[in-house]
């Protein structure tokens, strides 16, 4: 069965430091990993996207790694703001010719306080 | 300004009501996605269409229906068939093809039924 399991469920940290959210799935076939950042109360926004062949990925203060070998990938978030605390989850796109589905992990609650 | 709407962004009705969720997008995708979110779990697909005129269920469609006679409207219909209808409900739009595009969720509708 396709599953995505994120951990932490939730996570609380102090402003200016840095966390680490993990990722782990089994998806086949897989296409494509996203991490989304989503604000509460509003719908979730990208924030990177790694094929088979990417290792590692970086969108600012965002950082995402992925080891297809072991199926798993992390999104490290560098020197923490208060605009970070929402929750990030981790997406798994498994694409085949019957066409393409989505599986969503339960998501990180992130708050960070000052 | 591009993007895609949902509305209202709360919405209250009373048990055995059937109640319709708004979305719109002027991105010009030709997929649209409806997903439901409860606390604590992944997003849900509801209800999906890769062209107007033409719809699919998702893993929860009972209860609900859509319709899809505009490119840029996928409306939800929360029947009162829905057990349990009180969510957070995303819409998504996004490419098709055969490359793997992102999904773009509008800002959600809360919906409460009691």
């Known amino acids: 069965k396709n599953q995505v399991e994120q951990s932490p469920q939730s996570l609380i940290i102090l402003e200016g430091k840095n966390c680490t959210l993990q990722c782990n799935y089994t998806v086949s076939p897989f296409s494509n990993l996203r991490w989304y950042k989503q604000d509460t109360g509003r719908g979730p926004v990208s924030l990177t996207i790694?094929?088979?062949?990417?290792n590692t990925k970086s969108n600012g203060r965002y950082t995402a790694t992925l080891d297809a070998d072991t199926k798993q990938s992390s999104l490290h978030i560098t020197a923490s703001q208060l605009s970070d605390s929402a929750s990030y989850i981790c997406v798994v796109t498994s694409a085949n010719q019957a066409g393409t589905a989505l599986i969503f992990g339960k998501g990180t609650t992130l708050s960070v306080s000052s | 300004d591009g993007g895609i709407t949902q509305s209202p962004k709360y919405l209250f009705r009373k048990e055995g009501q059937n109640v319709t969720l708004s979305c719109e997008q002027n991105?010009?995708?030709?997929?649209m996605y409806w997903y439901r979110q409860d606390p604590g779990q992944g997003l849900r697909l509801i209800y999906y269409s890769q062209i107007v005129n033409d719809f699919q269920k998702g893993d929860i469609a009972e209860g609900y229906s859509v319709s899809r006679e505009k490119k840029e409207s996928f409306p939800l219909t929360v029947t009162s068939a829905q057990k349990n209808p009180t969510a957070f409900y995303l819409c998504a739009s996004k490419y098709s093809g055969t490359r793997d595009y992102e999904q773009y969720f509008g800002p959600g509708t809360r919906l409460t039924v009691t």
């Open positions: 991105l010009n995708h030709d997929a």
């Open positions: 790694m094929t088979f062949s990417e």
